[in-house]
């Protein structure tokens, strides 16, 4: 199982050079696109038990790590087993990009939002930057709906934090509200906007307002509401 040299193969210099321009990681960035390690990472889960695979996988590349991610996303096994995964795999999170698609792969939380609920506020008092965008990212994936709407905003609320990747996150997942539920949030931001940071604030605002989801009415709304 020669996985890095098969990464190497699909190693594209010019996305190298562009990825570590964006992805601010200590790990050394190879340059192959998500939609090679996504194809790769299926391809193993074909011949392999996701054990072995994991076992076979450094931590020495950007890719490496974001392979684990998508193993873990992706392979059958027990909702308790995926938590050990998942809490084996956090700490080794340092960037924005392995974060974020990680993320997009757990859809077996689509099956077990109450229980996963749950998991998440047990880690939310961790102060790691990673793992508090970690929650945030996957409240946006998967909370923002009829159910958690208010709990998710709420939550957003109370986060207070000067990592920028976490204020991001924040304004990011604000602005998911705003497009699915645009009444009720921006009424939340409206009522709320003292209590909230005016970089991650304004942020929101200016990510509701380059969406195309969002009438232009709404955006004039928003425009009025910006400090």
Known sequence: MDIVNTLKINRNLNYQKFQSKICNTNYEILGVKVPILRKIASNLLKEYEY?????????????T????????????TTYE???NLINHFLPKIDNWAICDIFCSELKFI???EEKFLKYLWSIKNKSQEYYQRFIIVILLNY???DTYLEMVLNYLLSIKSSYYYVKMAISWCYSVA???????????LSQNKENIEKWTFNKAMQKGLES??????NKNKLKNLKY
């Open 143 to 145: 909370y923002i709906n």
């Open 81 to 83: 087993e995926k938590i």
């Open 178 to 188: 705003l497009v699915k539920y645009f009444d009720k949030t921006f009424e939340f």
């Open 212 to 217: 195309f989801r969002i009438s232009e009415i």
């Open 110 to 112: 689509k099956n077990n």
């Open 65 to 76: 790590v974001l392979l684990q991610g998508l193993i873990i996303g992706k392979c059958h």
């Open 51 to 63: 054990q072995e695979i994991l076992n076979n996988l450094s931590d020495d590349y950007f890719e």
